[in-house]
C-alpha cells in the first residue's frame, strides 16, 4: 500500500500541468506532510511533529527534484526520520559537541565553553528528507555566531551524521 493518499478534489490540490501528478498529502509513519508551494523544478511536503516538550511542533520536509511522487526508498528514509526523530536530534546535537571544538569552526572562547553544558544552544530542530538517501536535521535557534542567520544544518548519510555547517545567505 502506498504511503501517499490520492489527492483529493478542492483547493489542496492543483488541477492542471505536473502539479496533477502530485499528491496533495503524503502519509508517513502517521505523520500528514501536505504539499507545499515551491518552484516549479520542485515538490515539497511539510507536516509538524508535536514535541512531547510542550516546545513548537518540529517541521519535516521531503524535497524533490526535480518534481515528482517520491519513490518507496525516499518514503522508507522519511518514515525512519520520522519514527526516530528524537534519536536522531540526539544524534546531531553529540556530533556539533564534538565537531564544533575543530579550529576550522572559529567557535570563540565563550563559544567552545557552552559545548561542556548539559545543553547544547542549538534549539528548534527541523528535519528535510532528500530523495539521494540524504536528509537534515536544521537547528533554526542558536546563540553560536556560525548559526547566523539562518541555523545550524547537520547532514546525515543515512542513520549517522556526516557533516555540518552554519548556514549562510548563500545556501
Not at 515528482?68 to 518514503?75: C, N, R
Not at 571544538?101 to 567557535?107: G, M, V
Amino acid at each position: 500500500m502506498s504511503d501517499y493518499g490520492a489527492p483529493s478534489s478542492g483547493s489542496d490540490v492543483e488541477e492542471s500541468g505536473a502539479d496533477a501528478e502530485l499528491p496533495a498529502v503524503l502519509h508517513v509513519a502517521g505523520l500528514a506532510l501536505s504539499r507545499v508551494e515551491s518552484p516549479p523544478s520542485l515538490a515539497c511536503w511539510t507536516g509538524y511533529l508535536l514535541d512531547p516538550a510542550g516546545a513548537a511542533p518540529v517541521a519535516t520536509s521531503l524535497l524533490i527534484e526535480p518534481a515528482a511522487p517520491p519513490d518507496e526508498a525516499t518514503l522508507q528514509l522519511a518514515r525512519d526520520v520520522v519514527s526516530r526523530f528524537d534519536v536522531f536530534v540526539n544524534q546531531a546535537l553529540e556530533y556539533c559537541r564534538t565537531r564544533f571544538r575543530e579550529r576550522h569552526f572559529e567557535l570563540t572562547t565563550e563559544e567552545l565553553s557552552w559545548l561542556d553544558l548539559p545543553e547544547l544552544p542549538l534549539g528548534a530542530p527541523e528535519a528535510t528528507v532528500w530523495p539521494d538517501q540524504t536528509w537534515a536535521i536544521r537547528f533554526t535557534e542558536s546563540r553560536l555566531r556560525l548559526a547566523d542567520p539562518h541555523g545550524i544544518l547537520v547532514t546525515f548519510n543515512g542513520t549517522q551524521p556526516a557533516d555540518v555547517q552554519g548556514i549562510d545567505d548563500e545556501q
